[in-house]
């Protein structure tokens, strides 16, 4: 269940959001003035269009210093990251059958790029507020997608290496190093410069991210000796 906090009346937000000035930064953070609306956020299942109304909430709620609210559409979020299973990314875990068509769902194309684009507004919007406990849930998902597929160790290692993230970098970098088949981006990658994966099926990483990987390889070798 989603915490006390969180499901508690909640006034202050709606005050408060309905007197945010317009703001190009966010999509429309009018549309969840309405009570019935903002109750909508905070029951067990949340449509994509909610989160992410969710997001831009605490994003404008940070850069106007509405920090009540702030926390509040911090901690809903965080509180639908931890549920399980996640409203957020499907990922079976323990006690669950583990569906081939759940895990298919995880590895296509189209999931590693939805996933990747909604994990990574999240990440920078916990590192942003400097919210922890967001933080922490988010890099745990991170970690369990990297059993499905490498791509998702690429996506941490790329958000870890962005933001300063020692934790994730360390648990990103060490997956890569067991798993990945890896190639250093070059100007033959350059029709798609977004492709995380070649036509060989090889990781494409950047020439610094394949030196932290020699580096770590290095380092290890010399404790294991």
């Known amino acids: 269940r989603l915490s006390a906090a969180v499901q508690a009346p909640i006034v202050g937000p709606i005050l408060a959001v309905s007197i945010f000035p317009r703001d190009a930064s966010v999509n429309d953070t009018h549309s969840l003035s309405r009570p019935h609306e903002l109750a909508e956020v905070t029951k067990p299942q949340i449509?994509?269009?909610?989160?992410?109304?969710?997001?831009?909430?605490?994003?404008?709620?940070f850069k106007y210093h509405f920090k009540s609210l702030e926390t509040w559409a911090l901690d809903v979020i965080t509180d639908h990251v931890n549920r399980k299973p996640s409203q957020i990314v499907a990922i079976p875990y323990p006690g669950f059958t583990v569906n081939p068509h759940a895990t298919t769902a995880l590895t296509?194309?189209?999931?590693?790029?939805?996933?990747s684009a909604l994990l990574s507004r999240l990440m920078r919007l916990a590192q942003l507020c400097a919210h922890t406990r967001l933080q922490i849930a988010l890099t745990g998902v991170l970690r369990q997608l990297m059993e499905f597929s490498v791509q998702y160790a690429h996506l941490a290692m790329s958000l870890a290496d962005e933001l300063g993230l020692r934790t994730l970098r360390g648990i990103a970098y060490f997956e890569v190093m067991q798993r990945g088949d890896v190639v250093t981006r070059t100007h033959a990658h350059a029709a798609?410069?977004?492709?995380?994966?070649?036509?060989?099926?090889?990781?494409?990483?950047?020439?610094?991210?394949r030196l932290r990987l020699l580096q770590g390889y290095h380092r290890l070798t010399m404790v294991w000796e």
């Open 192 to 209: 798609d410069p977004r492709a995380t994966i070649d036509a060989a099926g090889r990781l494409i990483i950047s020439r610094e991210q």
């Open 47 to 61: 449509e994509p269009s909610h989160m992410n109304r969710l997001i831009d909430i605490a994003r404008i709620s």
């Open 108 to 115: 296509s194309p189209t999931a590693v790029a939805s996933h």
